[in-house]
């Protein structure tokens, strides 16, 4: 077994077993995002190939999907000077940055700016909405890699995303 699938089935186990606490999504997100601070891959856990991205958009890539629908992983590569819009989340998001730095601005209900933070390789955090409004995007010269965990199967509901905003 490589060491990469090693640290995704000990992730893997983590992320179920805090989710198996079945408490609130603000604090299922800390506990996963605790989880993944103690089981954060590098970005091997992608192929070189995935870890290319794409010319044109974000490259998200399904690492796991949990049977139960209960959490999805997936493995984000962003290109530089690639971003999403605004947007919100239909579910607890915890993130943790493997390679580069994704700068994330922060934005109130009103959609005023509230925040701004650079995310180096280490960084977790993890959110749930509501206030959970945010754009992330590669300000540097180099891809960046994320891990995005969510709350639910994203292979069954298309998209992380609840709502964009201009």
Request: charged share 20%; with cysteine; aromatic share 6%.
């Amino acid at each position: 077994m490589t060491r990469s699938l090693t640290t995704l089935s000990g992730l893997v186990a983590a992320v179920r077993q805090a989710t198996d606490v079945r408490t609130g999504w603000t604090d299922t997100a800390d506990l996963v995002a605790d989880q993944l601070r103690a089981h954060l891959p590098g970005p091997g856990i992608l192929t070189p190939e995935q870890r290319l991205g794409l010319p044109d958009r974000v490259a998200g890539h399904l690492v796991h999907a949990e049977p139960d629908g209960a959490f999805s992983i997936l493995g984000l590569v962003w290109r530089p000077g690639q971003s999403t819009q605004i947007h919100d989340h239909i579910t607890w998001c915890v993130v943790g940055v493997l390679a580069g730095v994704e700068h994330e601005e922060l934005f109130d209900e009103a959609l005023n700016p509230v925040g701004t933070r650079d995310n180096p390789p280490g960084e977790v955090s993890g959110f749930a909405p509501p206030g959970d409004i945010h754009r992330i995007r590669n300000a540097g010269d180099e891809i960046a890699v994320s891990l995005h965990i969510y709350g639910t199967d994203i292979t069954r509901v298309g998209s992380s995303a609840r709502r964009y905003y201009d």
